[in-house]
């Protein structure tokens, strides 16, 4: 075979008849190419591109003998050797074809990347390839046409030459080899044309769905044959590709780079270049023109050529709205408030108001926005003599902007053939000082034709009639000098489809003016031309202009989109390929830049609080919104902040590397400074002032804590952001010290916040322009609903920085209460408002609020909101954000990286399998509800409620803390706080190592203490948040099963727990029990001060997370238990008389966990009688019973809540024993007398036995001993 090829460009062998014998790699029985190749055995592989001089494979041409062979066989053929257009073939009749039954060594793809010279190529010729190396879509215009894709080697499309470099350069030079050395077709196989013959058959490559984009990256999923064919190299398919087979044939697939929107240029004006593709509303059909472009069914579907050189768009009015409809979505989706428009109309010239097209693009644009936004700007009163069937024009939003003065229309004779410049002063609405002057513009194109001579002949560079353009720019730059003077403005924007490339004359003439083309940055070209990328379409911006700019853009909707979609090609195949998207709605694409116009200078605060280490599948995305929201305003006005708790209680995949890979993030987003959170200090506060504060790029700041009467920590920074100097001052929560481990804060003070922070503004304020304070501390009331009124009313710390923080602090962000709120809170003795907000937490929302400074310095507006994180609606559209989210911002591939590593070596050590559950088990959660009698929906981690999740940690804790050598633990208590996670069933409801260390992830010690039984009624009372100090956060502990309590929450702080009951049996005030928990919590931590009280304290040894997953490891299959363990029960009589009625009312019998079901009905009884049944409604019920005849001195009457189980006792003194006796009374409630014995359950509340209800301590007397013998036995038999 090699011999056949050669080593030239032609074969050795040409005109003689040869045999050979290879292997079928691939064949076109059908299609059109009536062939295959054959290659030899045992070739391919890797191989050494320069060692390797001749082809191993060669095309045999023959339909007969095609149909005898398939992929795969090994065949042995004789035929005449030729060269058809430069490939190499044999031509084989049918007998020339023999299927040999030999066993061949397979034939390899050779993997090689793609051949820089013709050379190299010619000795891969016919061979099959895996192409190596990245490759380029580069062109998709013939798409449509003939099922074929133009690519390009490397990373970026061909380039227009003169878009790259100056004509006739050495630069030029080197872009047209570089062209000439990368493109490469992909083709479909065959030799079908879909406009002809194969319009009714589907065409390959094309999709709404999955478009194939110029630009997009290409990635080979299947060996391709190296072809030449029709004077170019191809990549042919192994066999024909068509619709219903691509999912094998097709080669490749292709990155889908569509945006919906263009990126963020920032400013508060945005202008744009948009030409419309000939929108005309004069219809071929309107003036009775019949030579138009027809579908497949011969329907007219464009104009072609109408006489007077007539109508240039849609055929009829059916395809006017097709054209109209994806105008109207790019316009509108564009986001600008200034549109210059190129190709629409000039109506005058068919008889109409020359607005006429115009207005009706207007309407369209209003109707699909729903509200009267857009405006055109009016035809001057003086008008060329003569003018172009097509026309210049500008649009805008008129909430924005206004137009200064009238329009007016350059009448030089350099545009004789081309559209007029058309010229428009605007401004900011209500700040005409704040004027620009904007000339849109439409050059002669580079078509060629018989006028086209002298400096307008096509030099082969520049295109045709470039003299004309470079007149044309000539006449611009002194339209644009003498309109700026007129003015009074020296800030002019030429905009338009200059018909120039960047590196062309006419656009060196402008620049001569002073002007720039802006898009020149953005990495993008406006328009695609034979393979090849570069921009027509400018927006050039005169010196002064050019400082007004914040970004430019150029949306590329258009020019890389396949033609098939356009509006012109509706119905030319047999599949579909319309819709009303703005994708291809023209064949330029739009350019857009930001401006800032206003007399004030915008501040762009992100703020986020109580990241807590969130490095999971959300980081990327998270981080993708920060840099969204930067690209808003750009890097120069924007400061990114962060309100503490940015580590401690962290993911996996963050607390396996001590939140390295936490600060790693923050660092690579370029966070500016950190208040301090509680968290922070969970090492302690040497290891925040030393290994943490050394890995952060930024300062954490603390203006109330101390240390030996200095600060810890920084108290302020001050940073210049666009010129305006901005001290941010941070502050943490004085609770601190009953958050974290006391033994990391010895000797460290925690002072009121709002005073230090007042301090620090009197020491900084003559310094600054603006003031921001970052509280670590916060209100609880979260969401819509809630109001500052109703969060300054709780009083406490939020009340006192909202009506304390001294009034020159601009603004003001929160955090540490994991809420979610924007208000805009009075400025204490002043006028107006200032922004004080909290994000929630886990990165789930970005805090951003904007500034509004004036020269001044004074913030004389603000805007404020809370940005949910970038989300998608599945797996797969969330791997395509990801990756467009770090193709487009280097900070977040940044953070890609450093997330997918620590991801990477997490999931090695977490994803081992520890335990498993029947069905969710999760902390409380709020604005949920029950559906279907189950609890659904809301947020997580309320912590004023108990929940499944709490109770089966405290299970873990007493089971792993029983044993005497561990501390002997009679219970086990869980601070709500602890729990960071829940645990999930997911597919399988297996637990990982890492789930479960999600869910306590502190690691705290395990430790044990000694309270009486009266220290334990203390403990539950300082659940309340007055009766424990921490205002109005109320803190439902997990208690273990064997412990159940009641309330009455309506009674005064410190005597709402009624009774106390462990394994079934009172609790004695004067008793002692073994309580385990986190050393956390027994520390005194969250404001438990009692556990401070507690004797004997011990550490077991063991670290919270591996007492957890032991525990876990020993219980697979855990079941959530959703019995209330605490119940409030609120109108108990103080003592009751045999016969008498009373009634009680129970409530919060329901939990709210995931899948807690709605208790329905309450069962009450005394001893064994029958019970009655009360309904349960909202987890509430109100119970009526009648006292039995025969009771005796202390009774119970039991309660038990379905279909959960919850039980409940409620103990009843009789008003005089003494005198009650005997009789047969019968009851209203069981059939028996519920009689109180020394194994009675009754519950021992209070030293002064005040929270036991009047007469029950008589009664205990009665029971002496008997309580606290009970208990024992009881726990001996366990």
Known sequence: MRDIQGTGESSPLTGTTVTTRGVVTAAYPTGGYNGFYIQTPGTGGAIDVAAHTASDAVFVFGSAATAKVQKGDFVEVTGVVSEYKFLTEISAPADGVRVLDEVAAAVQPAAIAWPATEEDRESFEGMLLAPTGEFTVTNNYDTNRYAVLGLASGTTPLRSPTDVARPGTTQYDDAVADNDARGVILDDGASANYLTTGKNDPLPYVSLENPVRVGAAVTFETPVILDFRNDVWTFQPTEQLTVANAATVQPASFENTRKSAPEPVGGNVKISSFNVLNYFTTTAESVGCTSTYKDRAGNPITADKCPDNGPRGAANDENLQRQQAKIVAAINGLG???????????????????????????????????????????????????????????????????????????????????????????????????????????????????????????????????????????????????????????????????????????????????????????????????????????????????????????????????????????????????????????????????????????????????????????????????????????????????????????????????????????????????????????????????????RADFPYLAANVFKDGQPLLPGYAVFEVDGVRVGVIGAVTQQTPTLVSKEGIQGIEFRDPVTEVNRVVAEIDDQVDVIVAQYHEGTELSGSAATLEQAVAQGGAFAEIVNDTDPAVDAIFTGHTHAEYVWDAPIPGGDGTRPILQTGSYGANIGQIVLSVDEGGEVVDYTARNVPRLSAPNADAGAALDAELIATYPRVAEVNDIVAAARAEADVVGREPVGSVTADITTAFQEGGYVDGVYAGGKRDDRSKQSALGGLVADALRETLADPERGGADIAVVNPGGLRAELLYDADGVITLAEANAVLPFVNNLWTTTLTGEQLRVMFEQQWGDASGRGTTNLALGVSENVRYTYDASRPAGDRVLGIWIDGVAVDPAAEYRVGSFSFLLGGGDSFSVFQEGANTLDSGLVDRDGWIDYLRAHPGLTPDFTARGVQVSGVPAEVTPGDEFALTVSNLDLTSLGAPQNTSLAASFGTGDPIEVAVVGGAATVTATVPADALDVIELQLTAQPTGTLVTVPLRLADAATVGGGGGGTAVGGGAGASTGDGALAITGTDGAWMGAGVLAALALLGLGVVVRRRSVRQTD
């Open 336 to 694: 600008a408030d200034v549109v210059s428009l190129e190709e629409i109309e000039n109506s005058a010239q068919f008889g109409k108001d020359r607005d006429a097209a115009l207005a009706t693009l207007v309407g369209a644009l209003n109707e699909a926005a729903g509200s009267e936004q857009w405006t055109f700007v009016p035809s001057p009163a003086a008008l060329p003599a003569s003018e172009d069937v097509i026309r210049t024009a500008f649009i805008y939003t008129k909430a924005v902007v206004e137009p200064v003065g009238d329009s007016v229309i350059l009448d030089d004779p350099a545009f004789a053939n081309a559209r007029q410049p058309l010229a428009q002063a605007f401004a900011p609405v209500g700040d005409p000082d704040a004027k620009i002057l904007a000339i849109v513009n439409h050059f002669k194109s580079k078509g060629s034709s018989d006028d086209a001579t002298g400096d307008n002949a096509d030099d082969g560079m520049q295109g045709a009639f470039n003299g004309d353009r470079v007149r044309q720019a000539e006449a611009l730059g002194n339209f644009a000098a003498e309109r700026s003077a007129a003015l009074g403005t020296d800030d002019v924007f030429l905009l338009g489809d200059f018909n120039s490339y960047t590196q062309e004359d006419p656009i060196e003439k402008l620049r001569s003016f002073g002007f720039e083309p802006l898009e020149t940055g953005t990495g993008k070209y406006s328009y695609s031309y034979d393979g090849q990328s570069g921009s027509l379409d400018h927006v050039l911006a005169s010196p002064s202009a050019r400082e007004l700019v914040t970004g430019t853009d150029i949306w590329n909707i258009n020019a890389v989109e396949a033609l098939a979609l356009e509006y012109s090609r509706y119905n030319y195949n047999a599949l579909n390929f319309y819709e009303t998207s703005p994708y291809r709605s023209s064949d330029h694409d739009p350019v857009i830049v930001g401006l800032d116009l206003s007399s004030t200078t915008d501040i762009n605060l992100l703020g986020i609080n109580d990241f807590h280490g969130r490095i999971d599948a959300n980081t990327v995305k998270f981080a993708g919104t920060v840099e969204q929201l930067r690209a808003e305003y750009g890097d120069e006005s924007t400061l990114f902040l962060s309100n503490g708790d940015n580590i401690g209680a962290s993911l996996f995949a963050s607390s396996l590397f001590q939140d390295e890979p936490t600060i790693d993030v923050l660092n690579a987003l370029e966070l500016a400074a950190s208040g301090t959170g509680n968290h922070e200090f969970d090492k302690g506060a040497a290891d925040l002032t030393g290994r943490v504060s050394d």
